[in-house]
RNA sequence: GACCCCAUCGUCUAGUCAGGUCAGGACGCCAGGUUUUCAUCCUGGAAACAGGGGUUCGAAUCCCCUUGGGGUCGCCA
């Protein structure tokens, strides 16, 4: 039996270095077919931080990443089991009784410092550069004196007391060795004073009740492996296969965190010295300077993308969500995901789910970091929308517009959807792109403007006849087309060519396009005005000439 | 600062464990070409074993040091 378990905390939505562990796990386990098992399990034993289920937005996630587990909270037909309840917090009588073995045993012992008292003592170790320790006083207390405090209700916690008469060996499926000399740990808190356990003790106690092999974590978890494995001995449980995956960085080398949104917002609102709230975000302005001030606060989602969009910065993505929304396939940022720190060992990077999982194993999780690297995504993101067949392209293009552009649905027949898509299968990365690109679709006619630039007066101004003579000169054929389609319209255009450009396409083509568009970038002209429709085509071409940039008010 | 981990093209990596092909692939980049715009597409190209010592007939590969990067050092997980 192989059982692996993926444990996040309830802190909103899954990062990509969270999703990858928990792709691992996950293949790992699906790897061993009937005789693998994949759990889910929430830790939620901070008190202050974790309230409810405001954060469990990581079940979609994974949900659409395509990982099921077979243990944990339900949702959808994930979850159920044996070995629950799978939120620590409904676990609390299995470690309270696991805390007393542990106790009677000796193995641990009350303490009463205050945080206070431990800041302070932090704070004077690094004054005097000396490496800070819990000098363990507490296991000095005599009895009695433990037991007033007891009975006058002092807060404590208690701590797990360091064996320190021999180096302690963590195997790493990964890493290998790594040894850790004795004296090297303090004796770590392991219930709180709330008498809830720390992340230490819960993660120990449950990973044994609920059969866990197998371990597959993020790197910053290995320090305090050996801190696990101690905890293990002292409790008379087996030890897990561990393995250690390395972090994920950003471009610049710099760790990709949650906070890398409000980074770069906050530096592209000092670089434009802004000095109050845009009203679109919806805060004040105390929150604003606290925000500003304090690198650790983040702002709302929706204030930070309003703020965003207002600032016209692209905000980096770092969630899963975020790919999501960005119009990435699933299939595609699994396999992403799984190439960042694993290699099936020749040249094959561009794989299914099931080739993963036949092929994962963790004697080829790479150890060094990898950073992000977003255009090699998109790469692969466009080579699997180009393998696709024209019928799924339009399915999987309309089902994201249905939840992230509702409005080209609305303004468009399905007929005209369905050009659009065709238009734009060839040219897109993502299924954000079409959307982005093609924003002039869904805009009314007068609402296009044609913003003095190079490209844009190059079609319009230069050459003789210039764009707008052919402009003019093309509205009366275009209004004599009859039924209006993709083949009238080439047939139409084709000719004026012929007889007014010297047969070049390209001249009346691209006065067209800025007609229409406002810009120079449109899919295929054929296709662009066909969508577009007779009327807005024609309406959009006499008001271009009715406002020549060189004279257009600004 | 202490402890721990890591180190091949700009990036992700194969090759390392069982030393022996001009160090292979992909993304990106550069140069051409196709194309009604953008993008796509085609062809070609530049591009790496961090540095220094060993061991060896022979080192990207084994050992040591240096340098660089990262993680941890919470009554967070």
Redesign the pocket.
């Known amino acids: 039996m192989l059982r692996t378990r993926f444990?996040?905390?309830p802190t909103g939505d899954l990062h990509v270095g969270g999703a990858r562990s928990a792709l691992f796990c996950w293949a790992l386990a699906r790897g061993a077919g009937a005789d693998g098992r994949m759990l889910l399990r929430i830790?939620?034993?901070?008190?202050?931080?974790?309230s409810a289920a405001a954060g469990l937005g990581f079940l979609e996630d994974l949900a659409w990443l395509g990982i099921d587990w077979d243990e944990g909270p339900e949702s959808g037909s994930s979850g159920g089991g044996e070995t629950g309840p799978y939120f620590?917090s409904e676990r609390l009588d299995l470690y309270a009784t696991c805390m007393q073995s542990l106790t009677d045993a000796g193995h641990a012992y009350l303490?009463?410092?205050?945080?206070e008292?431990?800041t302070a003592a932090?704070a004077a170790a690094r004054a005097a550069?000396?490496?800070?320790?819990?000098d363990r006083a507490a296991l000095d207390l005599d009895p009695a004196t433990v037991q007033a405090w007891l009975d006058e209700g002092r807060?404590?916690?208690i701590r797990f007391k360091v064996p320190d008469d021999a180096p302690v060996v963590v195997h790493d499926a990964v890493?290998?060795?790594?040894?850790?000399?004795p004296g090297?740990l303090?004796d770590?808190?392991i219930r709180?004073?709330?008498g809830?356990?720390?992340?230490?003790f819960?993660?120990v106690v449950d990973d044994h009740a609920m059969g866990v092999t197998h371990v597959v974590r993020g790197?910053?978890?290995?320090?305090?492996t050996p801190k696990h494995v101690l905890l293990q001995e002292a409790l008379g449980y087996e030890r897990p296969v561990y393995a250690?995956v390395?972090?994920i960085?950003n471009?610049d080398?710099?760790?990709m965190s949650k906070r890398d949104k409000d980074k770069a917002l906050r530096s592209a609102v000092r670089e434009r010295s802004i000095e109050s709230p845009p009203a679109v975000c919806g805060i004040d302005d105390g929150q604003w300077a606290t925000w500003l001030g304090d690198k650790a606060v983040q702002l709302p989602a929706e204030s930070a993308a309003a703020l965003a969009n207002a600032l016209q910065v692209e905000l980096p993505e770092i969630n899963v969500a975020d790919f999501r929304e960005g119009g990435y396939l699933p299939e595609v940022v699994l396999n992403y995901l799984a190439?960042?720190?694993?290699?099936p060992?020749?040249?094959i990077?561009?794989f299914d789910t099931a080739f993963f999982i036949e092929h994962f194993g963790l004697?080829?999780i790479?150890?060094?970091?990898?950073?992000?690297?977003r255009?090699?995504l998109?790469?692969?993101n466009?080579?699997a929308i180009?393998a696709m067949s024209p019928g799924t392209w339009l399915e999987r293009l309309r089902a994201f517009a249905q939840v992230h552009e509702p409005t080209f649905l609305d303004a468009m027949t399905p007929e005209q959807f369905a050009v659009f898509a065709e238009a734009n299968r060839?040219?897109?990365?993502t299924l954000r792109?079409p959307f982005d690109?093609g924003r002039f679709f869904v805009l009314p006619d007068h609402a296009i403007t044609w913003a003095d630039s190079k490209?844009v007066r190059k079609a319009l101004c230069k050459g003789e006849p210039s764009g707008y003579d052919l402009l003019a000169a093309v509205i009366e054929p275009l209004r004599a087309v009859e039924t209006w389609s993709t083949g009238s319209i080439?047939s139409c255009v084709e000719a004026f060519a012929q007889a007014n450009c010297d047969g070049n396409?390209?001249k009346i083509?691209?006065p067209l396009?800025v007609a229409v568009s406002g810009g120079?970038?449109?899919?295929?002209?054929?296709?662009?005005l066909d969508i577009l429709g007779s009327d807005a085509v024609l309406a959009r071409i006499e008001r271009c000439l009715a406002n020549p940039i060189a004279s257009a008010p600004t």
């Open positions: 444990a996040p905390s830790e939620d034993t901070d008190q202050k931080r974790s620590q303490a009463f410092e205050t945080p008292e431990l932090r550069k000396v490496p800070y320790k819990y807060p404590h916690v890493l290998g060795e790594v040894t850790v000399e090297e303090e770590f808190v709180k004073a709330d809830w356990p720390t992340y230490h819960a993660v790197q910053e978890h290995l320090a305090n250690h390395s972090l960085f471009p080398g710099s760790k190439l960042l720190g694993w290699s060992g020749n040249d990077e561009q004697d080829r790479v150890k060094s970091p990898a950073k992000f690297d255009a090699k998109k790469a692969f466009l080579d180009q060839e040219r897109s990365k792109d690109s490209p080439e396409l390209g083509a691209q396009r120079p970038v449109s899919p295929p002209i054929f296709d662009t």
